[in-house]
Structure formats: C-alpha cells, structure tokens
C-alpha cells in the first residue's frame, strides 16, 4: 500500500493531516464562513433569547397558552369555573352577556327543536315559553336536563362546560313568560315562578 499522499490541489484548502490510518488520510478542510456565520449567529441569539422568555417579561407559549385558556373562560361567561346550580342560573338571568352567550348558544344547538323563539315543535321540544313543564319543576333541573338529557326522547346530553349550562339554562328559563309566534300546547305541569331555592 502507498504511503505516498496525494499531492493537494490547492494546498491553502486541502491541508493533509498527518494521520494514516491504514492508507487513508484526511484533510483539515476548514468549514465554509457562511456556514460558521450561521453557528455563531444561533448561539448569540439563544442568549437574549433565553434571557428574555425564561427570566424576563418574554411571552412564552406557556404564557400564551394561560391567556388563551383565560379568554376562552370569559367567552363562555365567567371569570373562572361556576357550578352549575340553580343560584348560578338566577344570577345569570339577571346578566346581560351571560344571557346573550345563553342566547347564541341556543341559536346554534336548542332552537332546532325548542324553535328560534322557545315557542316548541310539533313532534320535537316542548314550548319553553309558557309555565308548564314535564322535566323541570325548579331552575336547578334545567342543569340535569342539559347535561344528561332526557332517556327515549330527542333530548340528548349536551356537552357543554357549566359556564355554557349556565348560560343556555338561564336564557332558556328567561323565555318563560314572553309570546312565542307559533305556541305549542302546553305540556306537563304548571310549576312555580323560578326561584334560587
Ligand atoms: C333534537 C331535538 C332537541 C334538541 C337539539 C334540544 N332539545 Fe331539549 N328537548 C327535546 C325534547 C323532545 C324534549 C321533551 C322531552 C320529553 O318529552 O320529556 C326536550 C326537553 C327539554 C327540556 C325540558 C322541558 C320540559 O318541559 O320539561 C329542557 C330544559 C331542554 N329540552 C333544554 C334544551 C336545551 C338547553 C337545548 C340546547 C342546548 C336543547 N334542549 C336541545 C328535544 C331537543
């Protein structure tokens, strides 16, 4: 086996290593400048970088993710979680934005059923409208009815977070006494006003 190197052809770059490794050498080629340009660059900026989202007031995807669970809590109604109870239910029927998140709620699932204005469909929901109910005899049952449905009937549970049950229930019992269009029969029995129990 030759021991000779080859001779390099641009001996400023390909500068032979004295290594011999069974015959086969290497050269000590330089990495290309733009390329160490790119490394040096990387480490300079992890080091503001670094500083900023783990030490400093830097918006972190953790932190982001907080602001956007937040935001997505005050959309449904509330500062924080709520039990979904009929005292819930009362307050919301005396809150503006809760009973218009209720009421586009109900726009997009209920009023298939219930009709756009509580009035009831034939064959489907009830009237929400007037003082008689089957399933409901105080605001606290509209949460169980929501969330469980109603077994062999069209009423199924819906899943929604207590915020959503709180508001769809308090807008849904907020229809109680209004003059729907086309009033189904009334069904079940006459219950008392809505209280907080
Ligand atoms: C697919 C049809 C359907 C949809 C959608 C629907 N419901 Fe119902 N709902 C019914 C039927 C049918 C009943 C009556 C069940 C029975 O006969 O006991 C009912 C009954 C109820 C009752 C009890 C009424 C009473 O008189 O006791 C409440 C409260 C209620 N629904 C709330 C809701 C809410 C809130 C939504 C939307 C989140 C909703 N429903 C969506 C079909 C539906």
Redesign the pocket.
Known sequence: MSETPIPPNDPQEDNLLDHNYDGIQEFDNPLPGWWKAIFWACILFAVPYTWWYHFADGNSVYDRYEADVAAKIAREGGDGPVAADAAAILAAMNDPTRLARGKA??GT??F???AADGGGVIG???N?CDD?????TKLG??VG??VNG?PG????G?T?SPNEVVN??AY?ASLRGTTPANPKDP??EVIAPWAAE
């Open positions: 709620k109900y699932i209920c298939a059923c219930h489907l929901g009830p929400m008689s109910y089957k399933n409901i049952d509209f009815v929501i109603i009937t069209a009423m199924v819906q929604l769809v229930a849904m069904e079940g």
